[in-house]
């Protein structure tokens, strides 16, 4: 007798290996956008496995599942009511992304770069954070934090929420301006210890300026 084996889409693969990356630290946090005929099994799956989760509409045909850690995702909510192009003028944003390679970007953040590019920032307020590994990336730490502040600094919006070196170790990063990370940097990796009480100060920061 033969058995058919029910294919996997080539969305639930990828998706599968951002569970794997942040079942094992990679990553904090993932943004996966996918066809909507896929979201329910998305959800099934970060379900089955008690991640929590975002979900947002991105356009006509796609969404958005943002997935990680609770801290994270308690900002995502902040700033995803809505598609990004419907917020009004008296919104601000609060933007944050984990680190790749080298220092990178994550990849699932380009097509939302450019549509931050693309649009008048002007009278907005941006606060950043971002996920790094300060012992095996020590010299690109948080490095896709200062890609994303570099890909929209010149968008006239203001910036809010520096943060002091104190208390970090690392060599080197992107992130850095006048001697100071230009949001909030977060490494669960090797100092998972800390991080409640970085965003609980950062948010405290932040907030009478949001």
Not at 22 to 33: A, D, S
Not at 42 to 55: N, T
Not at 161 to 168: I, L, N, P, Q, R
């Amino acid at each position: 007798m033969t058995t058919t084996r029910s294919a996997i889409s080539t969305e639930m693969k990828v998706l599968m290996n951002h569970i794997y990356e942040l079942n094992k630290g990679v990553r904090q946090m993932v943004l996966f956008t996918c066809n909507k005929k896929y979201g329910q099994q998305a959800v099934e799956r970060l379900e089955s496995q008690g991640i929590p989760y975002v979900l947002q509409p991105a356009g006509q045909q796609n969404l958005n599942v943002y997935f990680g850690r609770r801290e994270c995702l308690e900002a995502i909510r902040l700033i995803v009511t809505r598609p990004l192009n419907q917020l009004t003028p008296e919104e601000d944003f609060i933007l944050g992304t984990s680190t790749w390679g080298a220092g990178e970007l994550q990849d699932d953040w380009y097509d939302g770069l450019n549509t931050l590019q693309g649009a008048d920032l002007s009278g907005k307020t941006i606060a950043l954070f971002g996920c790094g590994d300060c012992a095996s990336y020590s010299d690109t730490f948080v490095g896709g934090m200062g890609e994303l502040y570099n890909g929209i600094k010149d968008s006239g919006a203001r910036f809010i929420g520096a943060v002091k070196t104190d208390g970090y170790t690392f060599d080197d990063s992107e992130a850095l301006i006048d001697g100071k990370f230009i949001g909030l940097p977060l490494d669960d990796i090797n100092e998972d210890d800390k991080t409640d009480t970085r965003i609980e100060a950062w948010v405290a920061a932040i907030s009478p300026n949001l």
